[in-house]
């Protein structure tokens, strides 16, 4: 019996050989709509599917090949008798290959001006029924979904009946790989659209992006995957421009950088080392903030990743050149900052949008589970700002309270910040309790503690924090609040003439 081909494609990439191919071998082509006129162009002989259906396309191209005549042909076992003669009494055909990729809901979605009719018109519904029938019926049916298959698929055609069992079913995981990732999206987006917040189930999908060397440590295997619709604003989205591949520890602090940087609208630098920061420096101009960043912590910047949200100029490339650095992003690079720092072979240079973005709920995976919330979007702007000291903090003070709010936000936990109106100077970060932290910072910050302010993610359990501050040399300090013991950290800043601002804001980080 002649074997049969259901064509059935948006993405027109590589069909033609493809098709040319399954003709060569005497395979008898069905197809519809715009993937029959791309055929029939191209000199392909194409049998329409009204005519193996008897039945017309209707409602405007809705319905097509949803009907017995395919399904059938798609859905009969070979190696079962009653099948074979059940589908001939009813003049069914079986259909061999089924090439068929979906409707574009992902790009369609993307689009700034995309409507929800757009959308609902662009959920695909005969091709994922085709796919899963042929798919279910693998042992007897090859069903290709990716143009990227083609050239393996007929160069099986010549191969073991073994060898091409082997291939149909690596392809039919693929397509329910394939299916539930296409529902999966549109289920996101019909979720969101009724602003379900926690539904029964959550579908979430990702496409392979790139296959890691190995994980945190080289005997963890890893790989890094991309969400479809996520932000423009993503090391996931980023253009490397330059040096070695990114490694899983690069995409992690990388990511970090990035979204600290994203707390600042003024020229920032911001340096990353095990994903906390361990410089943050502003500026006039990108090349003054890089160096206050690097002056931060001029140590722990070694091998660290550096963030930028202006373009890089000759200036900074020039700074930057001088240290050890693993990854550099930034919104640009001008041409000769590139040839700059293009000269050092294994440097990763990024370019990445630079802004903020839509929020998106934040996943951290638990063995066997999955945790969600919300992403810590909120800044000082969102804070019900309280003096609750004697005295309040200077303009200056508050300009480098700001600092310090946006910096250890993104600290790891107990999280301690010490800044000026320019720069942080010293990062407390991680401890187990938090004066530790503050002791940290302080060493770190040195002389520079005088005069500085401090940060910190959540409140104080006791006024130690404050005395370690104050005697250290701290004017001004920002925090929480909200402890059972506030009243006696507020007695130790007007102790000492420390200003103290309460946010009702926590911003620990895990």
């Not at 191969?159 to 999206?185: G, I, M, P, W």
């Not at 370019?351 to 945790?371: C, P």
């Amino acid at each position: 019996m002649k074997k049969r081909a259901l064509v059935s494609v948006s993405n027109k990439d590589g069909l033609i050989p493809f098709v040319n191919g399954l003709v060569e071998q005497g395979i008898e082509i069905l197809s519809t709509g715009g993937t029959k006129r791309s055929l029939e162009e191209a000199g392909i002989p194409v049998k329409n599917v009204s005519d193996v259906t008897a039945f017309p396309e209707i409602l405007d191209g809705r319905v097509k090949t949803l009907h017995p005549s395919i399904h059938g042909g798609l859905l009969a076992r070979r190696d079962k008798e009653e099948h074979m003669e059940q589908i001939k009494e009813l003049a069914i055909t079986p259909i061999d290959y089924v090439i068929v990729n979906l409707y574009p809901f992902a790009e369609t979605v993307a689009k700034p001006d995309a409507s929800f009719e757009d959308a609902i018109e662009n959920i695909d519904i005969g091709g994922p029924s085709m796919l899963r029938s042929a798919a279910k019926n693998h042992a007897d049916v090859t069903v290709i979904v990716d143009p990227d298959d083609y050239k393996t698929v007929l160069a099986s055609l010549d191969q073991s009946d073994e060898q091409q069992r082997s291939l149909r079913k690596k392809l039919a995981a693929k397509v329910f790989r394939h299916t539930a990732a296409y529902d999966a999206l549109i289920a996101s987006y019909l979720t969101e659209a009724v602003d379900e917040r926690h539904p029964e189930s959550l579908t979430v999908t990702y496409t392979h992006k790139q296959a890691l060397r190995y994980g945190e440590n080289p005997h963890q295997k890893a790989a890094f995957y991309e969400k479809s619709t996520g932000s423009a604003s993503s090391i996931a989205k980023a253009k490397q421009l330059h040096g070695k591949e990114l490694s899983y520890n690069n995409i992690n602090d990388a990511n970090a950088a990035l979204e600290v940087i994203k707390e600042f609208t003024e020229p920032a630098a911001v340096a990353i080392k095990h994903m906390n920061p361990c410089g943050v420096g502003t500026g006039e101009t990108i090349a003054t903030a890089f160096n206050r960043a690097y002056e931060a912590d001029s140590k722990s910047i070694f091998g660290g990743i550096v963030a930028l949200n202006r373009e890089v100029d000759k200036e900074t490339a020039q700074k930057m050149s001088e240290i050890f650095l693993e990854v550099i992003l930034a919104p640009q690079f001008s041409p000769e900052a590139k040839e700059m720092l293009m000269k050092k072979k294994n440097i990763r240079l990024l370019e990445v949008a630079v802004h903020k973005g839509e929020t998106e709920d934040k996943l951290t995976s638990i063995h066997g589970g999955l945790l969600l919330q919300e992403e810590d979007s909120l800044g000082l702007d969102d804070a019900e700002l309280s003096v609750v000291t004697k005295r309040e903090p200077t303009e200056e003070e508050w300009t480098a309270l700001s600092l310090g709010w946006k910096v250890v936000k993104h600290v790891k936990s107990n999280a301690i910040v010490l800044a000026n109106g320019e720069m942080t100077v010293g990062v407390g970060a991680g401890q187990m309790n938090r004066v530790g932290s503050a002791a940290i910072a302080i060493e770190q910050a040195g002389e520079r503690a005088k005069g500085a302010v401090l940060a910190s993610d959540a409140f104080f359990p006791y006024g130690d924090t404050v005395e370690t501050a104050a005697k250290a040399g701290v004017t001004a300090i920002i925090q929480p609040g909200g402890s059972v013991r506030d009243d006696e950290s507020i007695q130790k800043a007007d102790e000492y003439g420390i200003a103290m601002v309460f946010t009702g804001l926590r911003h620990f980080k895990h």
